[in-house]
């Protein structure tokens, strides 16, 4: 018999055999196979992220209205990879009761209309998300114990400025020192300054600036924030500490970031208070956005050649031709040095740069 014939028999044999005859294996475990589909979570829930703690978020439902809740909720296991902050709108699913036990579970975020971030230093391009969604940024500082430091709220006002975020200023125990040498060094920023002794905080008219919007704190250590936190939202218990004398350093008192309703008479507004920092990097920054919040700059700008980094030295920069000329007039050289020292502020960083 040749093999032919042994191929012949073969294939007589397996003519019997369709695809009901595979027997798959049992499943031990007896649970569904994996799959890339996601519910699209239609009855997901709408609220506000006021803090965040050791992988949980405490989100507020119903904001507003009377069935306002303070709910706890862990994030769905698709968006492990992303941040999620304070002010954030977060889109929540399970348990929204808010009873006590009870665990609701984040499973999306709305597209955010701003971004605050800082790097570890200005060679770090790993962005650490702060907060989401403020529309105002108040940075405070000491007019002395400690000094205030101007090049540190340089790196505020960037960071606010690249964020799309209008930012504020307050300079706080101005009964222990004059400040007024200090803010010549903002002359020409389109920026609102708060005074503020120990004895006497402007409340009132620093409340006024804060009702309607979502205002993220930020300072030095030490410099009274979380004082000030406290003066103008008594509930929110924030620790508070001392200035070291010897290294005149403070000490960091608010460890997390977390986000506090404001109640003045001309309304509400949130107050979202963060740890102090005494570094702010900008590795994550474009410098294109620190000239577009100077409007009337940007459009002279245009002129200027490609790549122009519009600082004091830049040649053929149109803006230092303008004014040069005497077209800028008194208010917009003052407004020419402020963006020069921001953007020079920015250009630094590269001096910082390993090999440097």
């Given at each position: 018999m040749s093999w032919l014939d042994d191929?012949?028999?073969?294939e007589d044999d397996f003519e019997d055999f369709d695809e009901s005859s595979i027997r798959s294996r049992p499943n031990p475990k007896a649970n569904r196979p994996r799959t890339k589909r996601?519910?699209?979570?239609?009855?997901?829930?709408?609220?506000?992220?006021?803090?965040?703690d050791r992988g949980r978020y405490s989100v507020l439902l119903g904001e507003g209205t009377a069935e306002e809740r303070m709910i706890t909720t862990t994030r769905a296991r698709e968006l492990r990879r992303m941040?999620?902050?304070?002010?954030?709108?977060?889109r929540v699913v399970g348990d929204t009761s808010g009873d006590e036990g009870t665990l609701a579970r984040i499973v999306g975020i709305i597209d955010r209309t701003s971004l605050l971030r800082r790097s570890a230093d200005d060679t770090d391009q790993v962005e650490r998300v702060i907060v989401a969604n403020a529309d105002q940024m108040l940075v405070v500082v000491a007019a002395a114990d400690p000094e205030p430091r101007a090049r540190l709220v340089d790196r505020y006002l960037v960071a606010a400025l690249d964020a799309g975020i209008r930012p504020l200023l307050v300079v706080t125990k101005t009964d222990i020192a004059d400040p007024t040498e200090f803010l010549t060094h903002f002359d020409g920023l389109d920026l609102r300054v708060f005074t503020s002794a120990q004895s006497e905080m402007p409340l009132e008219e620093i409340g006024e600036a804060l009702v309607g919007h979502s205002t993220v704190f930020v300072g030095h250590s030490g410099v009274g924030k979380s004082t000030l936190v406290n003066a103008l939202v008594p509930s929110a218990l924030r620790a508070?500490?001392?200035?070291?004398?010897?290294?005149?350093?403070?000490?960091?008192?608010?460890?997390?970031?977390?986000?506090?309703?404001?109640?003045?008479?001309?309304?509400?507004?949130?107050?979202?208070d963060t740890p102090g920092v005494r570094s702010f990097g900008l590795g994550h920054v474009d410098p294109a956005n620190i000239l577009a919040a100077f409007t009337e700059l940007a459009a002279i700008a245009q002129d200027c050649p490609r790549g122009c980094t519009h600082l004091a030295d830049a040649p053929d920069c149109a803006l230092i031709e303008a004014a040069e000329r005497g077209e800028l007039g008194e208010t917009g050289r003052a407004r020419l040095d402020s963006l020069q020292r921001l953007l020079q502020t920015f250009?630094?960083?590269?001096?910082?740069?390993?090999?440097?």
């Open positions: 191929a012949d028999d073969l996601r519910p699209a979570h239609d009855d997901a829930q709408v609220g506000r992220v006021l803090g965040v941040p999620i902050v304070t002010g954030d709108q977060a508070t500490g001392h200035v070291n004398q010897v290294t005149g350093r403070g000490r960091h008192t608010s460890s997390s970031t977390v986000s506090l309703r404001y109640e003045g008479a001309g309304g509400t507004g949130w107050v979202i250009a630094d960083k590269a001096d910082q740069a390993p090999g440097r």
